[in-house]
């Protein structure tokens, strides 16, 4: 996971005539804590007398920036994955969202295209092979053109119009094909969206949620209970990601343009924490929102795996219960908003300790 380049070094005249190592071949790597590591091209530390001279080049200098640079948005990167998840939110639809593309869709297959080429007359391809037949065929004796052309014309005129007969029914089978798919898709969409989405059909809404949760890739692992209590309200208990699955170090550029790597505090991390999987509400919650107009309501309670100081055992602890309606969350931009702050325009259940460690809850 290192970062490793090789630069080219021009001979020195201050290197004495014995000194025949090729520089070019030396390798500087960066560990992920910011380390630097300068060999050989056999993997050996480089000698002493070469390191000094290779370290004052602007070669080493410049790649040493990139090397701390890259570390520190590689940093910056996997943090961002795990505590910003809540910014792939996907925009919201609501119900005139759906008949806007009921619409749209009625209207395409109102107005459905037609095939606009036309078929090849045996006068039009005649035509064209003269005019072949004209740029090929140019005899000194001119006198002998014509005929010359009009045998070229005659000789080829039933493979040349076969070609552009067949190349015409290819066409317009494969254009008819692509315009029977389309309008086959927009009739399921047309039936999905007035018999399935705008009535909120109850196993059509399961089905979804499950299809969804097999196709989403995040960074961490979860796993989500799920239960539709009524047609507008859905019960979500999601068993969350732990704290030793966030990253524990963090980056920052020094003036010298070093990056320096530290482990986070405790603090940091229960914050970190904490984003993460309050996000995780929002995160989820705007996805299942996206199924059908007729869920009003999402209750979501998160729970992790902590030891119970009375029994030593391992056991689930809920960590915050939120009731999130749709009106509400519509009106969220999730690329500015903070979790913590969000959690304020809902019914919740969430108690964190001064060092933002997340409290054992009793869910709604």
Partial sequence: MGLSTRIPLSPSRNIKPTL?????????????EGNIFVSDENGQPLDESLLRKLKRTESYKETLKSHNQELFYRIEREKDKFINIYKRTPPFFCKNDWLAELHRIESELVNRKKYLDIRPSEEKCREELLKIATEKIHSIFFWTNAKKREE??????????????SDYESKKVN?????????????????????????????????????LLQNLSLPIDFSIDYQLSSEKTLNIDIDLPEIEDLPTTKATILKSGKTSVKNKTQTELNQEYATCVCGLAFYFSGNFFAISPTISMIEISGYTQRIDKKTDRLQDDYIYSIKIDRKTIEQLNFHIIDPFDAFQHFEHQLSLKTNFEMKTITPF
Wanted: charged share 35%; net charge negative; aromatic share 10%.
């Fill in 152 to 165: 070229y014309v005659n000789q080829n005129f039933s493979i040349y119009y076969a070609d552009k007969l």
């Fill in 20 to 32: 025949t190592y090729d520089l070019s071949k030396v390798s500087i790597e960066m560990d992920d």
């Fill in 175 to 211: 254009f008819e094909r692509e315009e029977a798919e389309k309008i086959e898709g927009l009739l399921k969409r047309k039936q999905e969206i007035t018999e399935n989405i705008l009535p909120g059909d109850p196993q059509f809404i399961l089905d979804s949620i499950s299809g």
